[in-house]
Structures are given as structure tokens and as C-alpha cells.
């Protein structure tokens, strides 16, 4: 069975500092996807990124990047330079990519920025 | 549609009647996913579509719960003798396949479902 934990449950940060998620997952299946999502206070899961087991390429995207390691199997998610519009809850996901495509998530990690 | 749509979007319902949740996902997606949040907590999976046929309702908590879907279109979540303990956000999620079939989940704004 696949289990994704995010051991971090609440983070706060004062405005401008860079923040780390950590996201570490289970699975025996050597190909798998891999998901961050945010859910902001309206409730509404936003899709972030998308990474698959194959590229272990780092990404980074404007003040976001994520650093994937599957020696540690971890998914880590940065964002740097914080702002207030950050506040969220951000989820890590996993889903395979043969047999049952089931988005199996992580309890979450709620980040608050504060001002 | 242009994005997922869940109606109703809030429910307040007495213990013991049954409820229907209903999600429209966007045109054209085949998967359609619900899962079940509770105040504070993680996405817990309930059921998954492919077209009209469910290859996974492992998630679904008890007999009380069932779903079907239409086609390629509406999918329909009833609880039956709703329990205080269903209260939760249920929200519905829909995909399309690309390549391997992994898919990008596109989530609704949910059904906030409150049994007094």
C-alpha cells in the first residue's frame, strides 16, 4: 500500500522568510507520480506540480521549487521569499502509474504567513 | 463544464435521513475521484470512476455509502441514515488521461455536509 506523510502539521513564518515542506512517501511500485496541492482558506484544492518517478530533476518555478529525492524517497516543497498569499494548506500526494490511479495524500501541512 | 461543480454546496441534514451529493466534472474527463475531508484533516479517498465503472471503492467507509456515475458525466454520492460522524466536506475530483495514465486531479469546491 502507498502512504505519503507530511510530518510537519503547522508551520509559521514571518513574511520574506523561505519555508521548507517536507513530503516523504512509501510505495514498492518503481513508478509513481508525485503531487503537491494547495488548499488556501476558500477551501479549494489548487494543483501545484506534477513530478513522476523517472525525472529527478529539481524544479523550480517563480518563488516555488521542489527537490525530489527518491534515495530518501522525499518531495520537498520551498518557497522562498514568503508572502501572506502563502497561507495555505499544502498537500503532498502520490499515485501510480500502473494499476489502480489512486491520489493517495498526505494529512497536510498548514503554513501561515504572517505580516 | 469549465471546472468541477458540486451541488448542493452546503447540506445540513437531521441524523438518521439520506442525502445525495451530486458532481458534474469537466467535459471529456473519464476519471472522476470523491473524497472525504473533516474539519481540519487530510483527504481521505472514497470511490473512483473510469467512465461508468468503479475498478476501486475501497474508500467507501460502510454500507451507508454508495455512488454511481452516468456515462462519462454525473456522479452521484448517497449516504443513507446519515450519522453525525459523516459530517465533512466531500469533494469531487476529475481527470483526464495523458501518456501512462496518471492524471492531473481537477477538484470541485466541495459539498459541506452537516448532520445535526
Given at each position: 500500500a502507498q502512504k505519503v506523510t507530511q510530518a510537519q502539521t503547522e508551520i509559521s513564518v514571518v513574511e520574506k522568510e523561505d519555508v521548507t515542506l517536507d513530503c516523504v512517501y512509501e510505495t514498492r511500485d518503481t513508478t509513481y507520480y508525485l503531487f503537491w496541492y494547495k488548499q488556501p482558506p476558500s477551501g479549494e484544492l489548487?494543483?501545484?506540480?506534477?513530478?513522476?518517478?523517472?525525472?529527478?530533476?529539481?524544479?523550480?518555478?517563480?518563488?516555488?521549487?521542489?527537490?525530489?529525492?527518491?534515495?530518501?524517497?522525499?518531495?520537498?516543497?520551498?518557497?522562498?521569499?514568503?508572502?501572506?498569499?502563502?497561507?495555505?494548506?499544502?498537500?503532498c500526494a502520490l499515485m501510480l502509474i500502473q494499476g489502480a490511479q489512486k491520489l493517495v495524500f498526505g494529512q497536510g501541512?498548514?503554513?501561515t504567513i504572517n505580516p | 463544464?469549465?471546472?468541477?461543480?458540486?451541488?448542493?454546496?452546503?447540506?445540513?441534514?437531521?441524523?438518521?435521513?439520506?442525502?445525495?451529493?451530486?458532481c458534474d466534472p469537466i467535459s471529456g474527463h473519464t476519471a472522476l475521484y470523491w473524497y472525504r475531508q473533516r474539519l481540519g484533516q487530510g483527504l481521505e479517498f472514497l470511490i473512483y470512476f473510469q467512465g461508468n465503472s468503479a475498478p476501486?471503492?475501497?474508500?467507501?467507509?460502510?454500507?451507508?455509502?454508495?455512488?454511481?456515475?452516468?456515462?462519462?458525466?454525473?456522479?452521484?454520492?448517497?449516504?443513507?441514515?446519515?450519522?453525525?460522524e459523516d459530517s465533512a466536506v466531500y469533494l469531487c475530483a476529475?481527470?483526464?488521461?495523458?501518456?501512462?495514465?496518471a492524471n492531473v486531479l481537477t477538484f470541485g469546491a466541495g459539498s459541506r455536509l452537516t448532520v445535526l
Amino acid at each position: 500500500a502507498q502512504k505519503v506523510t507530511q510530518a510537519q502539521t503547522e508551520i509559521s513564518v514571518v513574511e520574506k522568510e523561505d519555508v521548507t515542506l517536507d513530503c516523504v512517501y512509501e510505495t514498492r511500485d518503481t513508478t509513481y507520480y508525485l503531487f503537491w496541492y494547495k488548499q488556501p482558506p476558500s477551501g479549494e484544492l489548487v494543483f501545484l506540480i506534477r513530478r513522476n518517478s523517472f525525472d529527478e530533476q529539481n524544479e523550480i518555478s517563480g518563488r516555488y521549487s521542489w527537490n525530489f529525492q527518491k534515495s530518501t524517497s522525499s518531495f520537498n516543497f520551498t518557497i522562498t521569499a514568503s508572502q501572506v498569499v502563502d497561507s495555505a494548506v499544502y498537500f503532498c500526494a502520490l499515485m501510480l502509474i500502473q494499476g489502480a490511479q489512486k491520489l493517495v495524500f498526505g494529512q497536510g501541512t498548514r503554513l501561515t504567513i504572517n505580516p | 463544464g469549465a471546472g468541477v461543480s458540486q451541488s448542493p454546496s452546503n447540506k445540513v441534514t437531521e441524523k438518521g435521513k439520506d442525502v445525495e451529493l451530486r458532481c458534474d466534472p469537466i467535459s471529456g474527463h473519464t476519471a472522476l475521484y470523491w473524497y472525504r475531508q473533516r474539519l481540519g484533516q487530510g483527504l481521505e479517498f472514497l470511490i473512483y470512476f473510469q467512465g461508468n465503472s468503479a475498478p476501486d471503492k475501497s474508500g467507501l467507509p460502510s454500507d451507508r455509502f454508495s455512488a454511481e456515475r452516468t456515462g462519462e458525466s454525473v456522479s452521484t454520492l448517497t449516504i443513507q441514515r446519515t450519522q453525525q460522524e459523516d459530517s465533512a466536506v466531500y469533494l469531487c475530483a476529475s481527470s483526464f488521461p495523458r501518456g501512462g495514465g496518471a492524471n492531473v486531479l481537477t477538484f470541485g469546491a466541495g459539498s459541506r455536509l452537516t448532520v445535526l
